[in-house]
């Protein structure tokens, strides 16, 4: 079986979909950081040790969507030279897409179960 060179419209697919998990991230990190605020202030409640707790969580998130971020660039360049780009941002966007709707998921059920109002 012979290879072809993947085209320049190949990478700029990689690159535009690349774009997209970036976006995905941030709206994980928009989701969770109102998630992590929840849960803190359900579990903890207020007081000295909150802010502490919230600042932790909320590194690890941006330590791992930063890692994703840094490791979703060579991930897709290598599949758009081995003609599996489709189903290397699949693979890459479902958990992302996942963490979204379940930060989403988490909001709600603390918001029913607390009966939280804003």
Known sequence: MQRTQPRVLNYVACYGLFLVLVALGYAVFLTWRRTALMI??????????????????????????????MLAEPY?????????????FVTLALPVAGAIAFGLALQELITVVLHITE
Not at 77 to 86: D, E, I, Y
């Open 76 to 88: 897709l360049r290598t599949g758009v030279q081995r003609q599996q780009l489709a189903g290397r």
């Open 40 to 69: 803190v202030f359900a579990i903890v409640g207020v007081n000295d040790s909150t802010s502490i707790i919230y600042g932790a969580i909320m590194l690890l998130i941006i330590l791992a969507l930063f890692g994703l971020v």
